[in-house]
């Protein structure tokens, strides 16, 4: 089979389900990095929050998002929000990252995009080493 990796911001850890060989394994961890480093030899991470932001007006609805949309019941739609572009993520307050979000793409920010806004930061510095 292969490895498969569901990672997820809870609380103040990220949480990982693992599947090896129709096994799986559950555990958390302080850090993305420390995901990355215990899961180097995964198949697939499969990671609840948004990768690869935007910078730009260029931007549109990610496939992704849009299926999940259709798939969640309709009280849960509110729960897929688009992406922010990546200079929001970089602010430091909920009011400089929502102004900063409507003068790159054209469009706010919410709450729950802000809540995971450290996390998503994160990811980005990380990947960006």
Not at 88 to 110: F, H, K, M, P
């Amino acid at each position: 089979m292969g490895t498969f990796v569901g990672v997820d911001w809870a609380g103040k850890r990220w949480v990982t389900v693992a599947e090896r060989d129709t096994t799986l394994s559950f555990a958390t961890e302080p850090s993305f990095q420390a995901v990355s480093d215990r899961h180097s030899d995964a198949d697939l991470l499969l990671v609840d929050i948004p990768i690869g932001l935007p910078e730009g007006l260029n931007r549109s609805p990610r496939d992704c998002d849009e299926a999940a949309r259709e798939f969640v019941h309709p009280s849960r739609k509110a729960s897929v929000f688009d992406e922010p572009a990546r200079q929001a993520v970089q602010e430091t307050t909920y009011e400089s990252a929502r102004e900063r979000n409507l003068d790159v793409v054209g469009e706010d920010i919410g709450p729950q995009a802000w809540g995971i806004m450290e996390r998503i930061h994160e990811n980005e510095r990380q990947q960006s080493e």
